[in-house]
């Protein structure tokens, strides 16, 4: 059981270079998430999607896009890339996003991402 | 809004000696809560959740978390540190009582480094 898996796990990208970030969960979850950690600052959401044809923004999107392309895969994209989105890049899941729902998300290892 | 405070940057123990990890809440409902651990160059997995009922939380790896709804805590702990516990802890916390879409909330996390 492979869980929450992302792609690629480290990358280097030139300034204004564009670049998508891919994210696959075999858990049959409804909700899946980005994140961007970085020292100091914990986990700032990017955007999620809180079940299969939607998606919002989180605390962070500008500079961002997102496709929750099936019910299995949610990709990240950045257009035109910043040196100030140097980060660490965490893919979640969980069952639902909905309610009361209380169930923990699942991470996966995360994509380094460095700009120059 | 709802917020996490995790006030330790670092919390240092011996090996072998009870540990403490500190995390606060502010959430206008009732709160759901969780605690994470990161290693190195992995995504954060989830050690154990407070729903509702006992104070007194059980999680993986010998992990408890104490519920106090006065002191709007939720401090994680465990008897016994082991040099292996060493790494990031995260607490994080969402609305219960909200019918919609609730996202969770993360603290900055606070680094355990257990020494032998």
């Known amino acids: 059981n492979a869980g929450v898996t992302q792609t690629p796990k480290f990358q280097v990208l030139k300034t204004g270079q564009s670049m998508t970030l891919q994210c696959a969960q075999d858990?049959?979850?409804?909700?899946m998430y980005w994140y961007r950690q970085d020292p100091g600052m914990g986990l700032r959401l990017i955007y999620y999607?809180?079940?299969?044809?939607?998606?919002d923004k989180g605390e962070v999107p500008n500079g961002y896009n997102v496709s929750r392309l099936n019910k299995r895969e949610f990709s990240l994209r950045l257009e035109s890339a910043a040196p100030s989105q140097t980060s660490v890049y965490f893919c979640?899941?969980?069952?639902?996003?909905?309610?009361?729902?209380?169930?923990?998300?699942?991470f996966g290892d995360g994509t380094r991402l460095s700009i120059l | 809004a709802q917020s996490v405070a995790q006030p330790e940057d670092q919390v240092n123990v011996a090996e072998g000696n009870p540990l403490t990890v500190k995390c606060t809440y502010s959430v206008s409902g009732n709160p759901y809560l969780f605690w994470y651990v990161q290693y190195p160059n992995r995504g954060l997995q989830f050690l154990l959740k407070y729903i509702t009922g006992d104070n007194l939380v059980k999680g993986s790896y010998g992990f408890e978390a104490e519920f106090n709804k006065s002191q709007t805590s939720f401090h994680l702990k465990k008897p016994s540190a082991l040099v292996s516990d060493s790494a990031l802890y995260f607490c994080?916390?969402?609305?219960?009582?909200?019918?919609?879409?609730?996202?969770?909330?993360f603290g900055i996390g606070t680094k355990l480094q257990v020494i032998p």
């Open positions: 999607s809180a079940s299969e044809g939607t998606t």
């Open positions: 858990m049959n979850h409804n909700s």
């Open positions: 979640a899941s969980s069952e639902a996003l909905r309610g009361r729902s209380n169930q923990p998300q699942h």
């Open positions: 994080a916390v969402r609305d219960g009582n909200s019918g919609g879409y609730q996202k969770v909330t």
